[in-house]
């Protein structure tokens, strides 16, 4: 294997059904803290080395968000649009249900929904077989808003940090989508004033503050919040640039780069979405007293509502865990964190932890 070292893979597991041609991969990284968690995405070009990243990613972020679950995901190699979607992911399910929920627990990734996983959880036999399934299945579904919650929460946090009263604290949010609405939504009923929000088709600006139910009103009916009525519209590329206390990355990645990072006004950035600049920015922004909080610690509010649905619990029992949870690791990793790189800080205790559990799981076992 090229990318092995201390910490994993544990295994990679290819594999290949005849009759449908499904092709896919799992990677467990580490199990250590419990069965590896991840979600399966499915793509025309996926690599055996993506699944890896992507799985590695899963082992730090699920152990920053203090839930015993380790680190993998899958692929399977095809186009969403495939005719055959439904036969392949039952294929897909049934090669990997020797590992099933006791090593791997997928969830559903890019191109994959609720449907895809009722259809593992039901090929496997058991509803421990998949998260992120319908309601009606016990799912704890992603319109519930955990992740966005646990932004709103991550912010929260970093203002208190700061020393900036939540009440009047002025935010712009780039993406109006899963992440971007319930982090509006949470942030505008704790009283911040949300005076920027994008879409893929520009920015909404409002200096006195955008209505959080008329953002949701334009966007439903005309398709785009830059329709706000009274609002500046903007390019959405230029929100990275209004002034504000808090700047929230939510929709794509490497947004903030060596062309734009000069022109931001923010006291702080909360990564909601995934990468949405490199390591080398995230630190020459903090250089400048920037306060960021990186994307494994504001956005695991999702992987923590898994958790909870694979332990059978509820809507309420989620949010009051990704509540627990989000603000006992943001406000750990401020503490830890020295000259400002949190991502750094964030790595460190995500690694003492898995550390910490594979010498457990050594000291556990009997001599051979
Ligand atoms: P989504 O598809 O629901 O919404 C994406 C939003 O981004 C849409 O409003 C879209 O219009 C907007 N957008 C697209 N291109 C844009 C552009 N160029 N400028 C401004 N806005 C643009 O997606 P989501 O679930 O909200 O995920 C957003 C990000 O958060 C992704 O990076 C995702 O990986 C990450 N994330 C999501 C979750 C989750 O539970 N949904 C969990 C962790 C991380």
Redesign the pocket.
């Known amino acids: 294997m090229p990318f092995e070292d201390a910490i994993g893979p544990e295994k990679i597991l290819q594999v290949y059904d005849p009759i449908t041609k499904m092709q896919g991969v799992v990677v467990i990284d580490n199990t250590a803290l419990g069965p590896g968690k991840g979600g399966i995405r499915m793509v025309p070009d996926i690599t055996t080395e993506e699944v890896f990243g992507l799985a590695r990613a899963m082992t730090w972020k699920n152990a920053l968000a203090d839930i015993p679950f380790g680190g993998a995901k899958s692929g399977i190699k095809a186009s969403a649009s495939n005719s055959h979607k439904a036969q392949l992911v039952a294929a897909f399910a049934e090669k990997i249900a020797e590992l099933v929920p006791k090593t791997y627990i997928p969830g559903p990734d890019m191109n994959m929904g609720e449907g895809d996983m009722k259809i593992i959880a039901e090929t496997i036999g058991t509803p421990k077989a998949a998260t992120g399934k319908p309601a009606s299945m016990g799912g704890l579904p992603?319109e519930l808003g955990?992740?966005?919650y646990g932004v709103a929460l991550s912010t929260q946090v970093a203002l208190e940090h700061a020393k900036i009263p939540i009440e009047g604290a002025t935010v712009a949010i780039?993406?109006?989508?899963?992440?971007?609405?319930f982090t509006a939504k949470h942030l505008s009923s704790w009283g911040a004033k949300i005076v920027a929000v994008?879409?893929?088709?520009g920015?909404a600006y409002l200096e006195g503050g955008l209505d959080f139910e008329t953002l949701m009103r334009v966007?439903k009916e005309k398709g785009?919040?830059a329709a706000y009525p009274g609002a500046k519209v903007l390019e959405?590329?230029e929100?990275f640039s209004v002034k504000c206390d808090v700047l929230i990355p939510?929709?794509?990645?490497d947004?903030i780069h060596a062309g734009n990072m000069h022109s931001i006004k923010a006291k702080i950035i909360v990564e909601?979405?995934?990468?949405?600049m490199r390591h080398e920015i995230e630190q020459q922004l903090a250089k400048r007293g920037i306060l960021i909080i990186p994307?494994f610690v504001a956005?695991?509010?999702?992987?923590i509502?898994s958790y909870v649905e694979f332990i059978g619990g509820s809507e309420k029992e989620m949010f009051s865990m990704v509540k627990e949870k989000i603000t006992a690791n943001t406000r750990l990793v401020l503490e830890k964190a020295k000259n400002g790189d949190l991502r750094a800080a964030a790595l460190a205790i995500a690694e003492e932890r898995v550390i910490d559990a594979m010498e457990r799981r050594r000291n556990s076992k009997p001599p051979r």
């Open positions: 992603h955990s992740t966005g780039e993406g109006f989508g899963n992440v971007g609405t994008s879409d893929s088709k920015a966007k785009t919040v959405a590329r929100l939510g929709a794509r990645p947004v909601a979405a995934n990468i949405p994307d956005n695991a509010g999702g992987v509502s």
